[in-house]
Structure formats: C-alpha cells, structure tokens
C-alpha cells in the first residue's frame, strides 16, 4: 500500500512536471532566437528526462525491497499458549511497539500498535494463559513497562519498579515457570544483570542480583520442564553463558560457559525455545549476521551448532513454539525487515526465509 501510494505520487509529480515544461515550451519559443533552439532543446529535454528517470530509480532503489520507509523493526519477541498461533510483538527504529498474530500453517492477522508511554527499546512477552499474554518494554530511560493483555486489545501500561543498582535497563526477557508466575530477567548499560518476579494479583518482588561474571549485552529465559527456569546472556565478550534454578533447590546455580562453547564468531543476540518436555535450543545472532543453533535434551549433552542459512546479515531473533514440535523462527535483518522460518516434525525446516508483511504506515509510533 505504501509503495503504491508513492508511486502514483511520483507519476503525478512527473506529468505535473512535463505539463509545465511542455507549457513554458509554449510560451517561450516566440523569445527565443530559433538557432539556440535548434542547438539545445534537444540536450535540455533529454536531460529533464535523465534526471527525472534518476529520481525514479532512486525511489525504487529506496523503498521497493526493503520494508515500508515508515516501519523498521529494531527488537522482536514472541509469545504463545502452544495452541497454533504465536504473537509476535517489535519495536519499531522510531521507539514504537507494534504486534502482529501467526496462526499456523501460514496466517498474519495483520500489525497492531500497542501505543507505548514513550519511546520503546526493547520488548519480551510471555504466555500466561490461553489467549492471555503479560507484555513487557523498556523506554529511553530505562523505565519497564508491563500490561495484560488479550488478542486484539491495546494494553493499559503500568510500571515495573525500577533497580537503580544495574543502571538504566536496555534489555529485557520473560518467563512464566509455574501457574501464576512471571519473572524478568534485566540488562542495565553497564552490563548488570538483574530479577524480579510476581504471582497473580501480588506485587513485585524486589530485584536479585544477578550475579553476571562479565559485563552482558542481551539475555534470555527457559523453561524446559517443571521444576526447572535456565537464564542464558550474552557477555559484551560475545560468549553465552547460563545458569539454572532447581524449584525442589530453591537457588539459582553459579554461571557457566558450556551451553556457548563451538561457535565459531561472536554472538551480539539470542534465544531460547523449549519444544518438548526437558528439550531448548539456543539460537544465536553472531557478529557475521548468521544464525546458530544448538539443542540440548535434559540428561545428554548439547549436541552441535549448526547454522540456519541467513539471506541477508540479521541482528535481532525470536524463536517460539506455536504447537507440539511447530518451531517458528523471526529474524530482524539490518535494514528493518522480518524474516520467517519454520519447523515442523518430520518435515524439518521449511526450504527457504520468508519475509513477515511489513505494515504500510508507521503505526508504531510512541503516543
């Protein structure tokens, strides 16, 4: 729609311009002596005529393969019930916060502005029931924003407490482990880390320490059975470490390296899906603008990176499950637009990327 509203702009730029050149013509060959003209109205009108095909192809160059001018995804999260449909939700280069529903085997239902209080700079949601989902943004100050909402609503905003001890908050993930349970998992600007939680309809609790050994960047959350929460970050050193919360324990582990270990560059974004009881799998943007990936099923060992061959150099992911063994991939490449690819048991993953429909105006700008 965007696109083809610039292109009847252009075209009626271009008669309205050839209008009034062919109308000065008119009126102003009388006063011009007749050897000039035989000289230069040829050069001059094939000139006009370069210049005006330039701006075209420029047009064209500009907004006719990447995504619309106005809407250019920046950090992308998921969430879902596992019931066949996944809501994805980005943040747009304008600090907007827009959300978009996947049904499977191939339905968008179409981009929805949440009308965030400010300027959005990252984004996590979590599933905490069917057709029920707890929304989470962090603005240019650092402030996290949070809200319930159902398919179709825009959320009413409220605020998370804020934890001066890691600075202002620049990334976010989110988790539910139990009925009635959410947590956050925070990244400051110095790289702190830190947590904080609730249950249904109890205030929040006040912010863990981390406990990072190094600086981080991004982080993400997993749940791969019951009785188990994995935190995963991403150091500013480009190396992933994890550690993990035993509910019969009561206590989160020392971090460790091993679930990074084999990759063959830096990683600067990841996350995390379960899609089986005691299953996750790590997926890693590297600083080359691939894709890794790795699972790990519970009582053996990781097995292999492998690569998810990348069309153009990404920097933002979110994995989700939509159903039992449905994997779904979104990647945010450099220029703004969303990638798609999917997995399905026994048929692996789908052959090539597809681009997710980019909305037509910039809806996601902050209210």
């Known amino acids: 729609m ?147 909402r159902s398919a179709g609503e825009r959320p009413h905003w409220g605020r998370v407490p804020g934890n001066p001890r890691i600075g202002r908050v620049i990334a976010l993930a989110a988790l539910s482990g139990w009925p009635g349970h959410r947590e956050i998992y925070a990244v400051g600007d110095h790289g702190k880390v830190a947590h904080t939680w609730r249950w249904h309809d109890t205030a929040w609790h006040a912010w863990q320490p981390g406990d990072s050994p190094v600086p981080c960047r991004d982080v993400a959350l997993s749940v791969p059975s019951a009785d188990l929460l994995e935190c995963f970050t991403v150091g500013m050193d480009g190396r992933i470490r994890h550690r993990w919360f035993h509910a019969s324990e009561g206590r989160w582990t020392e971090w460790i390296g091993r679930a990074g270990e084999g990759l063959p560059n830096p990683v600067v974004a990841i996350d995390v899906l379960n899609g089986w009881p005691d299953h996750q799998e790590i997926f890693a943007v590297r600083t ?60 692996w993953w789908s052959e090539r990327w597809q681009r997710v429909p980019a909305a037509s105006a910039d809806i996601g700008a902050p209210a």
Do not use: C
Request: overall charge neutral.
């Open 288 to 347: 080359d603008g691939k894709i890794s990936h790795r699972d790990h099923q519970r009582g053996h060992d990781w097995k292999p990176w492998r690569d998810r061959s990348a069309p153009v150099p990404f920097m933002d992911l979110a994995a989700g499950v939509t159903s039992e063994g449905h994997l779904e991939l979104i990647a945010g490449d450099r220029d703004g637009s969303l990638w798609q690819r999917s997995y399905a048991d026994g048929v």
């Open 2 to 148: 965007a696109h083809r509203g610039r292109t009847v702009a252009i075209s009626a730029a271009i008669l309205t311009l050839t209008t009034a050149i062919g109308a000065g013509t008119n009126l102003l060959t009388p006063l011009v002596p007749v050897e000039w003209v035989g000289r230069y109205a040829v050069p001059l009108m094939i000139g006009v005529v370069l210049a005006i095909g330039a701006v075209v192809l420029l047009n064209q160059r500009s907004h006719g393969t990447g995504p619309s001018a106005t809407f250019r995804a920046k950090r992308v999260a998921s969430s879902s019930a596992r019931d066949g449909v996944m809501d994805v939700f980005t943040v747009t280069a304008t600090g907007g916060l827009v959300a978009n529903r996947y049904q499977e085997p191939g339905h968008w239902s179409g981009w929805l502005d949440l009308r965030p209080n400010g300027q959005a700079v990252d984004v996590a949601a979590v599933a905490t029931g069917v057709d029920r989902t707890e929304i989470f943004y962090v603005d240019v100050s650092g402030q996290i924003w949070w809200a319930e």
